[in-house]
């Protein structure tokens, strides 16, 4: 697997919202701003550009038996959950790294 | 304002995707604001929603079109499709080029005899200048591959108003003109109403010839548009 682009953090909040099972764009909009709070909303020009790149990556992929005609629910693929794992390990050394120098969330 | 009409202008707006990513997904994202439009109350609310719309809808469309360009700045193009823009292209730049000498270049050694005419040499020069840039710019679109970007459209644009001129002036204006002349008003000191009807048919034309020219200009665009169209090879779904 190799992505054109590093994640950014609207495609990394897809992929992680689609983790748990398939879900269509409003969905994944809903999923993402109930997460944080309110504060990170997604329009849907976003995250179809989003979703676009990440169907391109072949990091997500349509699930066939849900297709209707207005909406498309979307899952990870193989490709999807191995990159969703680096980028969170990579998240983990930098919280490590944060905490080493004494900084946290608690600060 | 009900959601009815905000779906209305959002729809209006999609419009300003790359036409491929519409088609693909405008009927999903309308979908996906229509739900989130239902849940708005207040006109507060409706303010802040639309805010957070029009700049999500800004960005989206901007980097959306400056995916697309990087994508599409190596296509491959079919042997059709490429012959049909390098010929239209190539035109362009050639009328580019006669534009640059003729009109230009060949008229400041005209003005270099009569120094009276400063500001006329400097439009000139500012014309030559404005010429060289668009040939340059014509030039570097050319060497990216740019087929259907602004640089083809002009070319095309300019190839057909170089076109019509040819037409208006060499094949109706000038039989025209020897008509007249010839037949019509054969006094070399017409009177004022035959210079008056002269100069109206003259105009009338000139009319015609545009009119004519500008059809021909229509048609022709049509004819690209659909074979284009037809022949155009898909879009590189991998950066």
Redesign the interface.
């Known amino acids: 697997m190799s992505l054109?682009?590093p994640l950014s953090p609207i495609e990394l909040s897809i992929l992680i919202a689609i983790g748990s099972g398939e879900l269509h764009?409003?969905e994944i909009?809903k999923e993402i701003a109930l997460v944080s709070g309110g504060r990170n909303?997604?329009?849907?020009?976003?995250?179809?550009?989003a979703?676009?790149?990440l169907l391109?990556?072949d990091l997500i992929s349509e699930a066939k038996d849900k297709r209707s005609?207005?909406?498309?629910y979307y899952c990870l693929t193989p490709n999807g959950k191995k990159a969703v794992t680096a980028e969170i390990a990579a998240y983990q050394e930098t919280l490590k790294w944060a905490a080493s120098q004494g900084l946290s969330a608690s600060l | 304002m009900k959601h009815k009409t905000s779906l209305k202008i959002y729809k209006y707006l999609i419009n300003f995707y790359p036409a491929d990513f519409k088609r693909g997904y405008g009927a999903l994202i309308l979908d996906a604001f229509e739900m989130d439009a239902k849940h708005v109350k207040g006109k507060f609310a409706l303010i802040n929603f639309w805010r957070h719309q029009l700049i999500d809808l800004a960005k989206s469309i901007l980097k959306e079109r400056q995916y697309l360009s990087i994508s599409t700045a190596a296509q491959p193009t079919t042997a059709a499709f490429g012959q049909i823009h390098k010929l239209l292209v190539y035109t362009g730049l050639l009328i580019t080029a006669a534009n640059i000498s003729s009109f230009t270049l060949l008229s400041h050694f005209y003005l270099s005899a009569d120094r009276m005419q400063y500001n006329g040499r400097l439009d000139l020069t500012f014309r030559t200048g404005m010429w060289l840039l668009i040939f340059l710019w014509l030039w570097r679109n050319l060497r990216r591959n740019k087929w259907f970007s602004f640089s083809s459209v002009y070319s095309f644009i300019i190839t057909f108003a170089t076109f019509q001129t040819f037409f208006t002036s060499f094949i109706f204006l000038m039989p025209f003109g020897w008509l007249m002349t010839t037949f019509l008003f054969p006094s070399y000191y017409p009177s004022t109403s035959q210079t008056i009807m002269f100069e109206g048919l003259n105009y009338l034309a000139q009319l015609i010839g545009f009119i004519i020219s500008a059809e021909i200009l229509l048609v022709m665009w049509v004819i690209l548009i659909k074979v284009g169209r037809a022949i155009r090879p898909q879009r590189m779904r991998h950066a």
């Not at chain 1, 909303?41 to 550009?49: A, C, I, N, S």
């Open positions: 054109t682009k764009g409003y909009m909303k997604v329009g849907p020009g976003t995250l179809y550009v979703i676009k790149r391109n990556d005609s207005r909406r498309r």
